[in-house]
């Protein structure tokens, strides 16, 4: 997958071109692939949005934004005057087939140029745009289309959009970006599964007792209480990068580390999931919403507070879930997901708890734990149980911890949206979201966003800076087990 050579000469167009996720994470992450000379020389980055900015307020804009986003020694002056002497804006209403026409006019003939229409907008608008694509003949064989998540808010509504997507750009143009996919440890998450063998005979239910995905994060929901009011955590979090993760660590491993291969074994964990229903709804499901509270020292309001959201909203800003895959080798162990905002510490981890020893030698004896941290900081780390020095067999958890900043402390980390932005270039779709992979997810997931709502479940409350309802902890102490951190 790594090339390493130049990108194909493409015209990259950002719709949404004056929104959050292209002035933070996509121009930064051209930048930094124009500045890696990854980029061919030819390829023109045009953001589209409504405002009628002149194109020199649109780089100043674009200037601030990388400035306050790019480390400060990565920010070359020279290097963003040619970056942003690529970079153009067109002021256009994506609801309009006639700007298309103006877009086509704008952009002339591809003359061998690719084009890459990423749309980082509202999900309503992906149909339209794609139709006036068509309309004003810009979706040809060579394009592709690039959508973000969230890919419909139910399986109905994503498979009206993949339906119409698909009368317009084949699948293989299709990038369904989750930017999971794209974070170094969520890759590394294959190399360790599929690069150790010491792993393989363990990774079972024979040894593993159960498993943990946790996502906290201590951002509220800043300004987008607009779309997040009608998604909540379910839909914003669980459907997409959750179960993203749950496929890296449960899938079987693929026969080749390539697109179809690594999809399949995927979309089947998505498939052999036990559907949540009935009254497993209210059994395995905690769904929360954070109240008034601290974080890091300072007061923050409760979630019904936030601008844009309704002030008896019941939408959830936690949930925490127990998982089942019926499949030969999860059977009978529980994968326990949670994700929350506004908890007490931002960290990404994937937890795998073994079983303990048959027989227990020595008392006291704890278990093993495989802990994969994505984020703040990239570790993996295996607890192990070894002798305190001095008399009698009295044991300590020890961890084997591997710094993956450390380690590569010489090479710059890349952004999730670098790398994937990367693989459109390079027509590779292995990080991305197969059409079958999105509907499967929702699949899963509409019954319990269903059950939820036909037993009036009201989320139930927490303080901000908290780990979530107490329920959430009840969800594994009735097994006898607990959260990691
Ligand atoms: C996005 C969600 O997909 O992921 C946000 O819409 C969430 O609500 C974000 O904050 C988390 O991403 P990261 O990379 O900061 O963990």
């Not at 990388?66 to 804006?89: G, K, L």
Request: charged letters at 25%; hydrophobic letters at 40%; glycine letters at 8%.
């Amino acid at each position: 997958m790594e090339s390493g050579g130049l990108t194909i000469p493409c015209d990259i167009l950002v719709f949404g071109g004056t929104g959050d996720l292209a002035l933070h994470k996509l121009l930064p992450a051209l930048y930094h692939l124009f500045r890696e000379a990854r980029l061919n020389p030819a390829v023109r980055v045009i953001a589209l949005a409504r405002r009628n900015l002149p194109r020199i307020d649109y780089l100043k804009l674009a200037e601030r934004h990388c400035r306050a986003q790019i480390a400060r020694s990565d920010f070359d002056e020279e290097v963003w005057q040619r970056f942003s002497a690529r970079v153009d804006y067109f002021p256009m209403d994506a609801s309009q087939s006639a700007d298309f026409g103006r877009l086509a006019r704008y952009l002339g003939e591809p003359g061998g140029l690719t084009r890459i229409f990423y749309l980082a907008t509202a999900p309503n608008l992906f149909v339209p745009i794609a139709n006036h694509l068509r309309i004003a003949g810009l979706a040809d064989t060579e394009a592709r289309i690039v959508l973000e998540k969230p890919i419909g808010h139910s399986l109905e509504s994503a498979t009206a959009i993949n339906e119409a997507i698909g009368t317009v750009f084949e699948e293989r143009q299709v990038f369904r970006i989750d930017h999971y996919l794209g974070k170094e440890t969520v890759q590394n998450l294959m190399a360790l599964r599929f690069a150790n063998a010491l792993l393989e005979p363990v990774w079972r239910n024979n040894q593993v007792d159960h498993v943990q995905i946790s996502v906290c994060e201590t951002l509220g929901v800043e300004n987008r209480g607009a779309y997040y009011d009608r998604a909540g955590a379910i839909r914003d979090m669980l459907q997409n990068h959750l179960l993203q993760l749950l496929c890296l660590v449960a899938m079987e491993p693929p026969a080749q580390f390539e697109a179809e291969a690594v999809r399949d074994e995927k979309v089947k964990i998505l498939r052999a999931l036990k559907p949540i229903t009935g009254q497993d709804v209210q059994d395995k499901t905690v769904r929360g919403q954070y109240g008034a509270g601290r974080i890091g020292g300072q007061e923050v309001p409760a979630y019904y507070f936030e601008k844009d959201v309704d002030n008896d909203s019941d939408t959830e800003t936690f949930v925490a879930i127990e998982a089942h895959i019926d499949n030969w080798r999860w059977a009978g162990v529980p994968f326990y997901l949670r994700t929350g905002k506004r908890m007490a510490r931002r960290a990404s981890q994937i937890v795998i708890q073994f079983k303990p020893v048959p027989h227990e030698l020595f008392s006291g004896g704890q278990v093993n734990q495989l802990l994969i941290q994505l984020q703040p900081d990239e570790r993996i780390s295996l607890r192990m149980m070894t002798k305190s020095p001095g008399k009698g067999m009295r044991l300590e958890p020890v961890d084997l911890d591997l710094n993956l900043a450390q380690v590569f402390s010489q090479t710059r980390r890349w952004e999730a949206y670098e790398r994937l932005l990367l693989d459109v270039l390079e027509g590779d779709s292995t990080l991305f979201m197969r059409r079958d992979e999105v509907e499967a997810a929702w699949a899963w997931v509409d019954p319990i966003i269903k059950g939820c709502e036909e037993h009036f479940q009201a989320p139930r409350p927490y303080p901000a800076g908290s780990f979530g309802p107490e329920q959430a902890n009840s969800l594994l102490a009735r097994h006898g087990r607990h959260w990691h951190g």
